[in-house]
């Protein structure tokens, strides 16, 4: 669904059909989807910049425009990628794509399971823990309906981070749905998550970064996370919204 709101040709009849019905809710999620692939560039361009060389990209997806190693070879050519996810339509899709790269991984997990991906043989081949590694947690705790539970997952990949380590995450919002907007956006996901929705408040949102260095500036609109120069302010349309933040480990 996701690569259906950027306009990509990799998704299936399932997708587009689930994709219509959240767009008859709320018609700017292939905005929001744009924004927030735009701070993923800008979030790890930023990162490569401050020396980070390690990528864990938790539910990355089927691969897009502008991925996680593409823009981090940019600034870094050294820099190492292990993508995770639990769907293995994307798996053997990424792996056929990145076969001949070998400083990037595909690795199936379930980012409810943390412990598990972090000791997979893949992710463990390409990254060195003892370094600074960068978590990129992008649109995916959303459909972790329990804060507790959300948490425990944020607390489990940050565990083994050493100090200059990084969390990225993004989370939409409900911005100006009405409350059944929300419910009937919730009932299109619930079949092909494997929870439900939760469009957090900010303040529920930055509670998630707790005990690291939340950076400037801070939980903001995907928009407004350290735009690039020249970069026009973003409208703001109703319906759905989404947040962002980078926190580093101190």
């Not at 400083?103 to 997990?109: E, F, L, N, P, W």
């Not at 959303?142 to 804060?147: L, R």
Request: net charge negative.
């Amino acid at each position: 669904m996701y690569d259906y709101y950027l306009g990509g040709k990799d998704n299936f009849a399932s997708d587009r059909a689930g994709a219509a019905k959240i767009l008859e809710i709320a018609p700017n999620v292939p905005e929001l989807a744009r924004a927030n692939r735009a701070f993923l560039g800008r979030a790890v361009r930023y990162l490569a910049a401050a020396g980070i060389r390690q990528f864990l990209d938790i539910g990355a997806g089927l691969p897009t425009q502008e991925n996680v190693h593409q823009v981090a070879r940019r600034a870094a050519p050294d820099s190492r990628v292990v993508y995770v996810d639990n769907d293995p339509i994307v798996l053997v899709h990424a792996r056929a794509l990145l076969q001949d790269d070998d400083r990037t991984g595909v690795v199936q997990g379930d980012m409810h399971e943390p412990e598990k991906i972090l000791a997979d043989p893949g992710v463990r081949a390409l990254l060195d823990f003892s370094e600074p590694v960068a978590v990129l947690l992008l649109a995916v705790l959303h459909f972790v309906p329990d804060d507790a539970q959300a948490r425990r997952i944020v607390e489990g990949f940050r565990a083994p981070l050493v100090p200059g380590s990084h969390l990225v995450i993004s989370h939409a919002t409900s911005g100006t749905m009405s409350e059944d907007d929300v419910r009937e956006g919730a009932e299109v996901y619930r079949p092909v998550t494997a929870g439900s929705l939760d469009l957090r408040t900010p303040d529920r949102i930055e509670a998630l970064f707790g005990g690291l260095e939340l950076l400037p500036p801070g939980v903001v609109p995907l928009a407004d996370w350290r735009p690039d120069p020249g970069d026009a302010p973003q409208p703001v349309h109703p319906g759905a919204g989404a947040v962002c933040g980078v926190a580093r480990v101190p």
